[in-house]
């Protein structure tokens, strides 16, 4: 599966999250780190739904960008 993922600066580290997935987050102190970082949260994530036989949400975030004149 794909998920949607949103990357955020947070003072001198970057932040994570997945939207489809609440409370799965990870921050690291470079992009790569904290997409490395939120890949392991979201596998552990899903082993902990998996886990507690609840179902895994299938990804339903749309990603895009629109460019403006600034």
């Known amino acids: ?17 997945v939207p489809d997935l609440p409370g799965c987050v990870a921050t690291g102190a470079s992009i790569d780190e904290t997409k490395t970082r939120l890949r392991q949260a979201i596998e552990m ?16 975030i749309a990603v895009d960008s629109i460019e403006v004149a600034a």
């Open 1 to 17: 599966m794909r998920y949607a993922i949103i990357l955020e600066p947070c003072g001198r580290n970057w932040s994570a999250h």
């Open 45 to 60: 994530h899903l082993a902990g739904l998996r886990e507690d036989l609840v179902p895994i949400p299938r990804p339903s």
